[in-house]
């Protein structure tokens, strides 16, 4: 490379970082009043989970998965496939149940976050599911587990006495490598109070 040409480079580079810096700060001015812009650089964020407001820094990249994980050590959100396919990072959003590596952390500032430690009791009991899938060995590696149960303490609330095959779809989303899904449909029925395998 001749001199010419690297400073012919290092102008184009320059005048292009110009533009674009540009092109941001009149995207910024054009915008709506109310609309708040994060990045591109870390910025601190205020994330309410499980009852309690933590302040973290993050980039805007960041999801509610790894902010969860990495960022306020709450590991029992387990990541499996981070693609949205296996469900193993369910938490709830506002109550609704959501798969944490598909969710943005910025998209959860003022919004409830409850994970699965946040689904014990305030008296440190376990939730029934919980209880349940210990009784029945609803877990062999656990790495889907802490998905699992919230998938089906999210049935039995909208559901309190849900049948098989409604149990079998509402955890059709959460893949279980080691197989354990009839110990996961008897362990729902018994913390429903139904009988097991009663259709």
Known sequence: MTRRGFLKGAGLTAA?????????????EATPDGV???GPREFTATLKVNGQTH??????????????????????TKVGCDHGACSACTVYLDGLPVNSCMVLAVDAIGHEVTTIEGLTFSDNKLHPVQE??????AMQCGFCTPGMVMSCAALLRENPHPTE???????????????TYPHVFAAVLDASGSKVGKE
């Open 132 to 137: 349940a899938f210990i009784r029945h060995d």
């Open 36 to 38: 708040t812009h994060y």
């Open 165 to 179: 095959p409604e149990v079998r779809m509402a955890v059709s989303g959460n893949l279980c490598r080691c197989g």
């Open 16 to 28: 292009s970082s110009a533009l674009l810096e540009g092109a941001q700060t009149l995207h910024a």
């Open 55 to 76: 302040k973290l820094l993050m980039e805007p990249r960041t999801t509610l998965a790894d902010a969860l994980r990495n960022r306020l050590g709450l590991t029992g």
